[in-house]
């Protein structure tokens, strides 16, 4: 007998096999098959769906949960307009924070207002409190003189500014947040993942980095996994700076990675290891993405997150070791870096199904579209960056370049495997709204941005569904509604293949649901 059957719904399954189907039948968390493979059996639950649209659960391959938890709950600058704006509301949120503890500060935009902060201005609008007020990207900070003071000697800094590295050397100060802070931020997170159809994601970075938040971060996960409190599956992608050098036996070759030799793979299918995340440049809004000419109307093409020869040295490590590698890079300077040592890494060890991963590949010169190909790279984009930030991200590439940005249709037609993502919290994440952007592929207010990197509904749905699956190497097991997966799924109240394109990031998550068990239901 079934545990459930769903009936009367318009199935989508993601699977060429048997594209679309009506009836699905669940047992013990797996789809047990569609249609006339289970409509005569027996279940304990049958739901008559009535015509709702029935999709795969969206796998979201690139996601900060932590990080989106902890903003969420964390004062705000978002709304300020002036620098002002911003002093006021960081001397509202010093007066209710202790004064011998730090003041953690959301939502900064130096676009927004003009100009950066400085470490004075915290100082006097802090009361001299250990403050961090982070950029919306990640990538850079602001702190106040009392952090500058605590910095190793020479971290670099404009005027209280920090960028990539000098971040990472603020985070290593802030941390550790308490294991059951980082469980109350990401159960937030999660939340609002499935509330927007999402049930499976790749955390992209713990234990260090630019988003590091504990070393013991994944101890979080774990708590909720075993309180039953983690909604969707998750895999932890592991800071490159967590590894170190093992003492294992000669004979097991490089040995560079974590203690007891843990690895990508090692877990259950909630809650599992997966690729080792290396950065190699910045991003996009703080103009740190490191591009080989510079943006434009500024002197400079931004910066490499370290010198070539180390980023080479950890990309060529990690390979040897045996891990997937999800390696960031956003500008074209830093995929020429990440292109040269991942065809290094190869030759030094061919591996034909390492499955490595481009984080971002936020500008991608035509040139470099056959080496993905060659080199059997993913690449994990972000299209809702188009619509939230394209209005400054076009004309910071200028004509030629712009349509350049978070390519689409241009990865499919090299036979490069593309998955989509959000990268949480720096954008709003629901993928129905990217799926939206990979067709329309213009901005919020509808300037468009590389037109002929448009594809169609089906693609674009693919590379949120199977794309992110074959990412995370979960394609056996998640991305398409076929006999023997998990039984996720979700349920919306239009069909994204048959409204137009401008209204798919309008349909509405009804339910979405795990192991064939609701998560979310509106």
């Avoid at 100009?115 to 919306?136: K, N, P, Q, S, Y």
């Avoid at 630019?210 to 070393?215: N, R, T």
């Avoid at 490089?254 to 809650?271: E, K, M």
Wanted: charge should be negative.
């Amino acid at each position: 007998m079934l545990d459930l059957k769903l009936t009367n719904a318009r199935i989508r399954t993601m699977d060429g096999r048997r594209p679309t189907a009506t009836v699905l039948g669940v047992w013990r968390g797996r789809i047990v098959g569609l249609d006339e493979e289970v409509a005569h059996l027996p279940a304990r639950r049958e739901v008559d769906l009535r015509g709702a649209t029935v999709l795969p659960g969206f796998v979201d391959a690139h996601v900060h949960l932590a990080w989106a938890g902890l903003k969420a709950r964390t004062p705000s600058v978002a709304a300020g307009r002036t620098a002002a704006d911003v002093l006021a509301l960081i001397r509202t949120a010093a007066a209710a924070a202790p004064r011998d503890g730090w003041l953690d500060v959301a939502g900064y935009d130096q676009r927004r207002i003009g100009r950066e902060l400085t470490a004075a201005e915290l100082d006097a609008a802090g009361g001299g409190r250990r403050t961090i007020v982070t950029h919306d990207s990640g990538h850079a900070c602001v702190v106040s003189g009392s952090v500058l003071a605590m910095l190793p000697e020479g971290t670099r800094h404009r005027d209280g500014v920090l960028a990539e590295s000098g971040m990472a050397a603020v985070r290593a100060l802030r941390m550790p947040y308490t294991r059951d802070e980082l469980a109350r931020a990401v159960e937030h997170a999660a939340g609002v993942c499935v509330s927007e159809g999402v049930t499976a994601c790749a955390e992209a970075g713990i234990g260090g980095g630019l988003i590091a938040h504990s070393p013991a971060e994944a101890a979080a996960y774990q708590l909720l996994r075993a309180g039953g409190r983690l909604p969707l599956r998750v895999q932890l992608m592991v800071a490159s700076s967590a590894l170190h050098p093992l003492a294992g036996h000669p004979s097991d070759g490089p040995q560079w990675g974590l203690d007891l030799g843990l690895r990508g793979g090692f877990g259950d299918d909630r809650l599992s290891l997966g690729a080792l995340k290396v950065f190699t440049d910045g991003g996009m809004m703080p103009r740190t993405a490191a591009l080989t000419e510079p943006y434009e109307g500024l002197d400079h093409g931004g910066e490499l997150y370290a010198d070539e020869e180390e980023l080479t040295d950890t990309i060529v490590r990690g390979h040897l070791a045996g891990w997937q590698l999800a390696v960031h890079a956003i500008g074209d300077r830093a995929v020429d870096v990440t292109l040269r040592a991942l065809r290094e890494a190869q030759r030094a060890l061919p591996r034909p199904d390492a499955r490595h991963r481009v984080e971002h590949a936020g500008l991608v010169r035509p040139d470099q579209l056959p080496l993905f190909a060659e080199l059997g790279l993913t690449a994990v984009v972000q299209p809702s960056f188009l619509w939230y930030l394209g209005d400054d991200y076009a004309p910071l590439m200028g004509e030629r370049r712009a349509p350049w940005l978070y390519r689409g249709q241009g990865f499919l037609d090299h036979g490069v495997a593309l998955a989509g993502s959000s990268d949480r919290p720096v954008t709003d994440g629901a993928p129905l709204r990217a799926v939206q952007v990979m067709v329309q592929r213009a901005s919020a207010t509808g300037l468009p941005i590389g037109p002929k990197e448009a594809m169609g509904v089906h693609d674009a749905l693919y590379a949120y569904t199977m794309g992110g699956a074959y990412a995370c190497r979960r394609e056996e097991e998640l991305g398409s509604l076929s006999a023997g997966k998990c039984a996720d799924w979700v349920v919306l109240d239009e069909d994204p293949c048959e409204v137009p394109v401008e209204r798919i990031g309008d349909v509405a998550v009804l339910s979405t649901h795990v192991a064939g068990e609701q998560v979310y239901a509106a």
